[in-house]
């Protein structure tokens, strides 16, 4: 595996905290930076969880602050899930991590725009709030980018709605600008999200791991498990980590390439990927659509990560 550049878009919750610790220990990830964004929290909330996930395992990785709402609408976070502080569970000692003073957006654009075409990869864990943006202050990073990996969607059934998946049901605008911009967009749905399980058994495993990261995950994932447990009446899927296995090895997913857009007016459908498996549309296919999700190859990949913070 080829080291590659990723910024790693987030809106710290449980997952996306994960996905973080994944992306920072990674030897096949030089972790560029990582963005926030309004999402599972508001901004504030979203931000002050990632410093202090990069304090607690001291990740020198810069964070950058984003959109503090969707594009055109009203922010709808998820507190049922997450909490009010967005990331419940774990208690941090002092934060030691300030935010950059740039806009994500704008630290996107300049960075894109000054790497080597194709050199950077942003994997995308929240709302596509922060990566619209920047696509509209710069709309040739899409070609320049080498690719966006969207953990957003379903082929199928929806999580915050019977049609829809948080991500992009919490800004469909923004979604709909990316998946049309011409990057090469690569989208991680529900479909194969939901097959990274943490069952309790592998909780408890994970869990008794040496080290700070081991048990940040734990006081994370206690919640979090809960949390869906109660309210989704399911074990808690790993999506954003799902995400950062497959920037760290692409082999984990199969892909087809299918028309994808957006409903972005539908009353009962708002935030529904609608995608053409068929290709009875008839229009050009857009967006690598993961098919299926190799999940016994993801669990050695977290638990290497975890173990990378026990010094
Ligand atoms: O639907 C799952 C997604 O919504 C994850 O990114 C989770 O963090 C929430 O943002
Ligand atoms: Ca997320």
Redesign the pocket.
């Known amino acids: 595996m080829s080291r590659h550049s990723v910024i790693l878009d987030v809106?710290t919750?449980?997952?996306?905290a994960v996905a973080i610790m994944m992306a920072a220990a990674s030897p096949e990830i030089d972790l560029v930076a990582i963005t926030v964004t309004a999402?599972?929290q508001y901004l504030p909330k979203t931000l002050a969880n990632t410093l202090n996930v990069c304090s607690e395992l001291s990740i020198d990785t810069p964070v950058y602050p984003g959109m503090t709402a969707p594009l055109l609408r009203d922010l709808v976070p998820?507190p049922l899930i997450?909490g009010e502080s967005g990331l419940d569970g774990p208690i941090f000692g002092p934060c030691a991590k300030k935010a950059e003073k740039e806009h994500a957006a704008r630290f996107i654009v300049d960075a894109v725009m000054s790497a080597p075409p194709g050199t950077i990869t942003i994997v995308a864990?929240?709302?596509l709030t922060n990566v619209a943006m920047a696509i509209k202050l710069e709309p040739l990073i899409a070609l320049r980018l080498s690719e966006i990996v969207v953990?957003?969607g379903s082929m199928r059934a929806g999580?915050?709605t019977p049609s829809a998946?948080?991500?992009i049901h919490a800004d469909p605008e923004s979604a709909a600008i990316v998946f049309s911009s011409g990057a090469r967009v690569t989208m991680l749905g529900?479909d194969v999200?939901t097959r990274v399980v943490l069952t309790a058994e592998r909780l408890d495993f994970l869990s008794r791991l040496p080290g700070k990261a081991a048990s940040l995950f734990s006081a994370s994932m206690r919640h979090y498990s809960a949390a869906c447990q109660k309210y989704a009446g399911e074990c808690p899927a790993l999506?954003?980590p799902s995400c950062v296995a497959y920037a760290i090895d692409p082999s984990i997913v199969q892909k087809k390439f299918l028309n994808v857009r957006v409903e972005c007016a539908g009353a009962l459908t708002l935030g529904r990927t609608v995608v053409d498996e068929s290709g009875v549309s008839g229009l050009a296919p857009n967006v690598y659509v993961a098919v299926s999700y190799d999940a016994d190859r993801f669990w050695p990949l977290l638990e290497a990560s975890l173990l990378k913070y026990r010094g």
């Open positions: 809106d919750g449980h997952d996306d999402g599972n998820a997450h864990v929240a709302p953990m957003g999580n915050v998946e948080f991500n529900l999200t999506h954003d």
